[in-house]
């Protein structure tokens, strides 16, 4: 079956432009989270998600980190106001359950220039 | 605060050989342990899942051991080839529901 997809992936922008990045969680799983990796750096957690809600939002990094998620289905990591340190790849995984084997998406390389 | 370890940072054996990837963490109080492998350019792949019930797993080559009263986890490559080259990371899934991460092992297998 279809697994996580996500897009774009690549994203190349100018510093202070937002960005929108989309994950498709595959279908059914009602977890879904997203990471980062930073260059040459271990993943970082971001937010998680059951069914639409996301209990802890402490992993974002700056308030300029926003996500929601429509249902049990397609979810978005908005960032504003980009900055240089915010370039990284941004993995996207779901599980069926909380918690559960985590299964990942290709990521989406951003760039911020 | 859970930290996650894996050692050693980097592996290179030549094929054929049975090799131990070595995962630690500090805080015992977790749902699950995964092992992981990430290829360059390529995304995640789960090897094995363990949940904090459990004592090990196993999938084809791979074995996969939680101890979680002192902290570790192995993962057992049997008869390693060159496909097996990518780098291995561990997770921890803690009370937060949050997977906390090992900086992975990359491992080189010689033909």
Redesign the interface.
């Known amino acids: 079956g279809a697994g996580v997809s996500q897009s774009p992936s690549n994203k190349v922008t100018e510093k202070g432009k937002d960005v929108e990045l989309r994950c498709d969680p595959i279908s059914g799983h009602t977890a879904l989270?997203w990471?980062r990796q930073r260059l040459g750096q271990?993943?970082e957690?971001l937010i998680?998600f059951?069914g639409n809600s996301a209990?802890?939002k402490s992993?974002l990094p700056s308030d300029r980190f926003s996500a929601e998620r429509t249902g049990e289905s397609v979810s978005t990591l908005t960032i504003q106001r980009t900055q240089q340190e915010d370039s990284a790849v941004y993995?996207c995984?779901s599980s069926p359950i909380?918690?559960?084997?985590?299964?990942?998406?290709?990521?989406t390389r951003l760039t911020v220039l | 605060k859970q930290e996650v370890t894996q050692i050693p940072a980097a592996l290179s054996v030549p094929e054929g050989e049975n090799l131990v990837l070595n995962c630690s963490f500090t805080d015992s109080a977790i749902?699950?342990l995964?092992w992981?492998r990430q290829d360059p350019g390529?995304?995640?792949?789960?090897l094995l899942?363990i949940q904090s019930s459990q004592r090990e797993q196993t999938s084809g080559r791979l074995n996969a051991s939680l101890d979680k009263s002192s902290g570790r986890s192995t993962l057992y490559i049997a008869a390693s080839q060159p496909g097996d080259s990518a780098t291995y990371?561990c997770?921890v899934?803690d009370s937060?529901?949050?997977?906390?991460?090992?900086?992975?092992t990359k491992l080189i297998i010689k033909p």
Do not use: E, R
């Open positions: 989270y990471y271990g993943l957690f998680y059951q209990p802890d992993g993995l995984a909380l918690p559960d084997t985590q299964y990942f998406g290709p990521g | 749902y699950n995964q992981f390529k995304g995640l792949t789960s899942l990371l997770a899934v937060n529901y949050q997977l906390i991460w090992g900086a992975g």
